[in-house]
């Protein structure tokens, strides 16, 4: 599962990974989104309580979170890292192993650049999962950066069970 948090919206990803690491498949993707005019705190008890239900219906083997990165606006940073707190609580209490990754490693991973802009992350996830001429094509920016997260583990997992990477 790769999870992008977010305060308005928090994207998810599901991914099976065979024996083929190359080729992974989309289980399903979408995001958590809040109707406007709730408060903060019910924001993020929705965000818990879906990635709850979504780690009870797909019991992933493991998650990969974007991680914490430097904001200029304070405030923003803020509500972020409670996003993501909700979503690592309800992983947590799953019991499923976490793995981290930056957005310049997750855009470098994906696109092969670090800097790559969200349309262009957007394209490589779509190529990857071969979905450019799916339903799933149409997917939201948060689904496709929750993929982007799913994918960017996938290539470490790999990397590290063929020794490349510690």
Request: with cysteine; proline share 5%; net charge positive.
């Given at each position: 599962?790769g999870?992008?948090?977010?305060?308005?919206?928090?994207?998810?990803a599901?991914?099976?990974?065979n024996?083929?690491?190359a080729?992974?498949?989309l289980?399903e993707?979408?995001?958590v989104?809040?109707?406007?005019?709730?408060?903060?705190?019910?924001?993020?008890?929705?965000?818990?309580?879906?990635?709850?239900?979504?780690?009870?219906?797909?019991?992933?083997?493991?998650?990969?979170?974007?991680?914490?990165?430097?904001?200029?606006?304070?405030?923003?940073?803020?509500?972020?890292?409670?996003?993501?707190?909700a979503?690592?609580?309800?992983?947590?209490?799953?019991?499923?192993?976490?793995?981290?990754?930056?957005?310049?490693?997750?855009?470098?991973t994906?696109?092969?650049?670090?800097?790559?802009?969200?349309?262009?992350?957007?394209?490589?996830?779509?190529?990857?999962?071969?979905?450019?001429?799916?339903?799933?094509a149409?997917?939201?920016?948060?689904?496709?950066d929750?993929?982007?997260?799913?994918?960017?583990?996938?290539?470490?997992?790999?990397?590290?069970?063929?020794?490349?990477?510690?």
């Amino acid at each position: 599962m790769g999870i992008d948090p977010g305060s308005r919206a928090t994207g998810y990803a599901f991914l099976e990974i065979n024996a083929a690491p190359a080729e992974p498949r989309l289980v399903e993707c979408g995001a958590v989104r809040v109707p406007p005019g709730r408060s903060h705190a019910l924001r993020l008890r929705a965000i818990f309580e879906k990635i709850q239900a979504l780690l009870r219906k797909h019991r992933p083997a493991e998650v990969a979170v974007e991680a914490v990165f430097h904001a200029k606006d304070a405030r923003a940073a803020l509500l972020l890292g409670q996003a993501r707190g909700a979503a690592l609580a309800a992983v947590g209490e799953r019991g499923v192993s976490v793995f981290e990754y930056s957005p310049l490693s997750i855009k470098k991973t994906v696109a092969g650049y670090g800097r790559a802009p969200k349309e262009q992350v957007q394209r490589m996830v779509l190529a990857l999962l071969n979905l450019h001429d799916a339903p799933s094509a149409r997917m939201s920016a948060d689904a496709s950066d929750a993929a982007a997260v799913a994918l960017c583990h996938a290539a470490h997992r790999a990397a590290r069970a063929r020794g490349l990477v510690s």
